[in-house]
C-alpha cells in the first residue's frame, strides 16, 4: 500500500500473509487510520512510487486503527507538467502524476488471453498544448473504455492518472499505468479537475467540444477486411516456388513444431532485434591479477553499435502448418503468438532454465498449439522470390471460426486427385510428419529414383536407392512434399536449406 500524511508525504507500506487478517478491515483505499508501532525499513524496490528510501512494515505488534479527523490533501497529487516528460527530464525510476485532456484515443488491444494485459492509448493535451501519450492497462483501460462508450457527449474529459511511469526508447517516452497501483481519475467533482477545466476554458476562451475527441486511426485494417477482403487466397503448395512478390492468405493446420530450430532469440531491448553473446574480459578488482570473463550482448542493428543493451527472450517458434495440399513451416513471432499462449517467451525460457531442462528442444507449454486450425496472413518478399525461398514469416493469424468458414467455403480446393498415399512419422514427433506420394518413385530395375508426379514430364535420375534399407533410410530424414517436389521439378533440387540439417525418424519396422 500507499499512505499519505497530513502534509502530503508518502511512503510505501506493506503487510505480511501472516499479520494481514488482523489489519483488513481498517486498510481501504481513501480511508484515514491511525499507525503506531510500524517497523521502518529500507526501500530496496528498483521502482518507487513514494519516499524513496525507507519503507513502513506492519508486525504482530503494529497497532491500526480508524481515524476520522484527517485534514490534510484528499489524493496529494504532485503533478509532473508534459513538457518534462517529453524532454528526458525524468527518472525512469521513479513514478510520477499527470493531469490533461484527451484528444485521441484508440481502440481497446485484447491480443492476449491475460485481461491484466489488455491495453488501450491516449493521446493527452496539457493547457500548454503539449501532447503526451500513456497506455492504459488492464482494468484501467476498461475503466476508460467504458467510461468514453456512455459518455461521448462530454466535454471535455479530464483525465489524472496516479502513479504513472514512463520508459525511453531510443529517447522516446512512453508512459503508462502500472499494474494495479495506478490510479485513473476521469472527469471526477475534485478541486484539481475542475480547476483544470476552469483554466482550460480561460486559455481557450470557449468551453471545449466533445467532437475534438477522435478515434486514433488504427494503422491495422480490421480483421475482417485483412483475411477476407484485402488479400488473394493460397494453397500451401503455390508457397513452395514463389514466383511473384504479394500477400495472401491460407487455411492451415498446425500439425507440430520443428524441433531442431530453435523456439525463441534473444533480442535487444532497444530495439527488439536478435542480439549475440560477447564475451570480454577485464582484471579483477580484488588485486589479484586475475582475469574476470564478462558476458555482454551486441545488436545486430548497427544503429544500437554504441549503446549498452539487455536482452530478453522472445518467440520465433517455427510451426508446421497442413492443409490438404501440402505442409510448410512459418515462423511465429512474438506479436502474433500472443493470441495463441499464455505465457510469454520470457516467462518459458525463465521457467525451464530454472528447472535445468534443455532450451534448445521447445517447451511442452507450446503443445497447446497443436491440431488448432488458423487463418494465416503471409508476405512473400523479394528475398523469397530471387532466391524461391519458401521459408515465411506468420503476419498475422485469427483463430476466427467465421473468417475460417468464410474463406474455406469460397476457395475449398478439392483433394489430390492421387489418394493413393501413405504417412511416415512419430506421434513425439508432430512437427515431422512426412507424406510421400506412391507415384513419387518410378523402379527401373532394381534401382528407385526420384521422377516427377507427372511421369510424362519426369526428370533424370537425381539420386539412385539401390536396396529397400537405404529407401528406409532416405525416407526416414523426413522429406516433406514441398521438398519432394522440388527434387523432381527444380534445376537445382535441395533437400534442407543450407543451414537446416535433416532430422531423423524412426520408420517401425512393420512399415519396412
Not at 492509448?121 to 488492464?138: N, R
Not at 483544470?196 to 486514433?216: D, H, P, R, T
Amino acid at each position: 500500500m500507499i499512505l499519505m500524511d497530513e502534509e502530503g508525504r508518502k511512503i510505501h507500506a506493506s503487510c505480511v500473509k501472516k499479520w494481514f487478517p488482523k489489519f483488513k478491515r481498517y486498510l481501504k483505499e481513501d480511508s484515514s487510520i491511525y499507525v503506531k508501532k510500524p517497523n521502518v525499513a529500507p526501500n530496496t524496490s528498483k521502482f518507487k512510487f513514494a519516499h524513496p528510501e525507507s519503507k513502513l512494515n506492519f508486525y504482530h505488534d503494529t497497532i491500526v486503527k480508524d481515524w476520522k479527523n484527517f485534514s490534510g490533501s484528499a489524493h496529494g497529487f504532485h503533478f509532473v507538467d508534459f513538457n518534462t516528460i517529453v524532454s528526458n527530464n525524468i527518472l525512469e525510476s521513479n513514478s510520477f502524476d499527470i493531469i490533461g485532456h484527451i484528444f485521441e484515443y484508440g481502440h481497446m488491444d485484447t491480443l492476449e488471453q491475460d485481461k491484466s494485459k489488455h491495453k488501450m492509448l491516449l493521446h493527452l493535451q496539457d493547457i500548454e498544448d503539449t501532447k503526451l501519450k500513456i497506455t492504459l492497462w488492464g482494468h484501467n483501460a476498461y475503466y476508460m473504455h467504458d467510461f468514453l462508450a456512455n459518455n461521448n457527449n462530454l466535454a471535455p474529459v479530464v483525465v489524472i492518472v496516479q502513479f504513472a511511469r514512463v520508459k525511453f526508447i531510443n529517447g522516446r517516452p512512453f508512459s503508462s499505468t502500472y499494474f494495479d497501483v495506478s490510479r485513473v481519475f476521469i472527469n471526477n467533482d475534485i478541486d484539481e479537475i475542475t480547476i483544470y477545466k476552469n483554466k482550460l476554458v480561460s486559455e481557450n476562451g470557449q468551453q471545449l467540444s466533445s467532437s475534438g475527441i477522435k478515434m486514433i486511426a488504427s494503422k491495422q485494417d480490421t480483421e475482417h477486411d485483412d483475411f477476407l477482403k484485402n488479400h488473394l487466397f493460397s494453397n500451401i503448395e503455390d508457397l513452395f516456388e514463389p514466383l511473384e512478390e504479394k500477400t495472401v492468405i491460407i487455411v492451415g493446420t498446425v500439425k507440430g513444431i520443428r524441433q531442431n530450430i530453435r523456439w525463441y532469440y534473444l533480442a535487444c531491448s532497444n530495439c527488439k532485434k536478435s542480439a549475440k553473446e560477447k564475451e570480454s574480459s577485464t582484471d579483477k578488482v580484488d588485486g589479484s591479477h586475475e582475469v574476470a570473463e564478462i558476458v555482454t550482448y551486441e545488436c545486430a542493428n548497427l544503429k544500437c553499435k554504441n549503446i549498452k543493451i539487455s536482452v530478453i527472450p522472445r518467440f520465433k517458434i517455427p510451426l508446421r502448418v497442413q492443409d490438404n495440399t501440402g505442409t510448410l513451416t512459418l515462423t511465429l513471432f512474438d506479436q502474433e503468438a500472443k493470441k495463441l499462449f499464455k505465457y510469454t517467451a520470457k516467462e518459458l525460457y525463465d521457467k525451464n532454465k530454472k528447472l535445468g531442462n534443455n532450451l534448445e528442444l521447445y517447451p511442452m507449454e507450446l503443445k497447446v498449439v497443436l491440431d488448432r486450425k488458423l487463418a494465416i496472413k503471409i508476405d512473400i518478399t523479394r528475398y523469397n522470390v530471387d532466391n524461391k525461398s519458401n521459408l515465411y514469416g506468420i503476419s498475422r493469424l485469427t483463430e476466427n471460426a467465421d473468417i475460417i468458414d468464410e474463406l474455406e467455403k469460397n476457395n475449398l480446393t478439392s483433394q489430390p486427385a492421387n489418394s493413393d498415399s501413405f504417412l511416415i512419422g512419430s506421434s513425439d514427433v508432430g512437427s515431422h510428419d512426412t507424406k510421400v506420394l506412391k507415384d513419387s518413385f518410378s523402379q527401373t530395375g532394381e534401382n528407385l529414383t526420384p521422377c516427377a508426379r507427372d511421369k510424362s514430364t519426369a526428370t533424370s535420375p537425381i539420386k539412385f536407392i539401390s536396396t529397400p534399407i537405404e529407401l528406409k533410410r532416405n525416407l526416414a530424414t523426413c522429406i516433406d512434399i514441398d521438398e519432394m517436389e522440388n527434387l523432381s521439378t527444380s534445376e537445382n533440387p535441395r533437400l534442407s536449406p543450407p543451414d537446416e540439417q535433416p532430422t531423423p525418424l524412426l520408420v517401425p519396422k512393420k512399415e519396412k
